[in-house]
């Protein structure tokens, strides 16, 4: 910047020279008059633009996650500078509200995070904006550096429109010392009926110990082994159409586990003693009630705070074992697992700087991992460092616990060994943005009838399927 005021006294000082000239001072040649015009032009396009981005959020000043990032991003680059504005400690439906008036305003926000779904509305909208031609001036390999997953799920018209944050999965953890006792082989890969007979093996109501805890009571659960075998809420009919689908077998299938292990083979407490006991699925384990539960990786982040911070709870007492959630269909269980994309930075239709946005999203979600996320969307992440946050853990206390769980388990928690199944079966994003959500909360409402035995499956898909056609007019 000095060196550009120089210049421009400099020129601004021959200017004067030369207004004051008489007819008879000598001119400068042309040679030498294109050789300062040649040095300002460069001097002047040589200085980059300063810009400031204007980043709006929820969440992100706890544990000073915003000014640690924004502090190593302005070190590396000091002409890009970010404003961070906080609109809420959490992003419900208040949040979304403001953010979308601010947008309608025509407010600057360059950045923002949304989960998935959130941003796929607003892209359909036309509130967001692609970024097609920033990832090709960045010269990035979108899908390498990102998955089949993330073009699946932020890409519209094969325009993209956010760079992914985190992905999550669901896994099976269970008390791999009490298999060896029994005599258990726990496969890397198995079958819904495969479980079912492991977790016979398991149980043990004499003793008070329940085969598995499957959480009928978390609703996605209930039909994530479906969907990694090709099943979605809505399908498109002969007419190209979108249309429910909850008659669909492998759906059906997927229910009919979920109540059998309770109600018919009771392995697993069924959704009424999951409510009225508030039953804790991972306290359940942690204390030997339970041989298996399934759950997702925050499973070791809640162990830590029960370990470490809870009076007299200690350390468990058993070797915690990780594996795949069962599949309903052998193509499913040999091609996809479930990974789905939690949520990404995207663009406003207000942003003033889409490219050096870009790149400041890459930078948040392709490193940082102190500040970061232990299950990274990024494909070159250090996972060592990503992990580093289920394997050490700070107490109230202050005392840092290391190797609280082996690397090899904390990986196993977030890392599968297929490709999502959203990317394996092709999945439309416009289904999950126009669609899932009155679907979703259709089934949240629906299925405990069918899973506490107020109604049959039949009547349950029957009402389900009507309720559904209606939820999709709705929504058209």
């Known amino acids: 910047m000095k060196r550009l005021i120089t210049i421009m006294i400099t020129l601004s000082m021959i200017v004067t020279v030369f207004a004051g000239c008489t007819q008879t001072d000598k001119k400068p040649d042309a040679t030498t008059s294109a050789a300062a015009t040649k040095a300002a032009t460069e001097a002047t396009t040589s200085a980059p633009v300063p810009v400031t981005l204007k980043w709006v959020g929820a969440g992100w000043l706890a544990n000073e996650k915003a000014d640690t990032l924004i502090a190593r991003w302005e070190k590396e680059n000091p002409n890009i500078n970010v404003e961070y504005t906080e609109l809420s400690n959490a992003v419900n439906e208040e949040y979304l509200k403001n953010l979308d008036i601010m947008i309608a305003s025509g407010e ?7 989960g998935t779904t959130d941003t796929l509305v607003r892209a359909l909208n036309g509130a967001a904006l692609p970024i097609n031609d920033a990832i090709k001036k960045n010269g990035d390999d979108f899908t390498a550096d ?57 149980n043990d109501p004499g003793k008070k110990i329940w085969g598995c805890i499957f959480p009928s009571t978390w609703s996605d659960l209930c039909y994530a082994a479906a969907e990694v075998s090709g099943w979605t809420m809505a399908k498109k009919d002969a007419s190209g159409k979108f249309a429910p689908n909850f008659d669909d077998n492998t759906f059906k299938t997927s229910m009919q586990w979920v109540y059998d292990l309770s ?34 990786p925050y499973t070791l982040v809640y162990f830590q705070g029960y370990m470490f911070n809870d009076p007299g709870a200690g350390s468990l007492s058993f070797e915690l074992g990780v594996t795949d959630l069962p599949y309903i269909t052998e193509e499913g269980g040999n091609n996809a697992s479930f990974l789905s994309l939690v949520g990404s930075f995207w663009f406003p239709k207000t942003s003033a700087n889409v490219y050096e946005a870009y790149r400041f999203a890459r930078f948040i979600c392709n490193g940082n991992f102190d500040k970061g996320v232990y299950m990274p969307a990024y494909t070159k992440a250090d996972m060592k460092a990503a992990t580093a946050t289920l394997t050490e853990f700070t107490d109230k206390n202050k005392q840092v616990h290391k190797d609280v769980y082996p690397y090899e388990t904390a990986l196993a928690a977030v890392t599968t060994p297929n490709q999502s199944y959203i990317s394996y079966w092709k999945n439309d994003p416009a289904l999950y943005a126009k669609y899932v959500p009155a679907l979703y909360t259709l089934f949240n409402e629906q299925y405990t009838t069918y899973l506490s035995g107020e109604v049959t499956l039949d009547q349950f898909i029957k009402n389900m399927q009507t309720l559904g056609a209606a939820e999709i007019a709705n929504v058209n």
């Open 108 to 114: 600057q926000i360059d950045i923002t995070y949304l």
């Open 146 to 202: 990102y998955t089949g997953l993330a073009t699946s799920m932020l890409s519209i018209d094969n325009n993209i429109y956010g760079v992914p944050y985190a992905n999550n999965t669901f896994k099976v953890f269970y008390n791999k010392t009490m298999a060896k006792e029994k005599g258990i082989t726990i496969p890397d890969k198995w079958s819904y009926q495969e479980f079912t007979e492991i977790a016979k093996k398991f």
């Open 263 to 296: 109600m018919k083979d009771k392995v697993s407490p069924s959704y009424a003693t999951i409510k009225a006991e508030s039953l804790n699925r991972r306290v359940a384990l942690a204390t030997g009630q339970t041989a298996m539960i399934v759950d997702g």
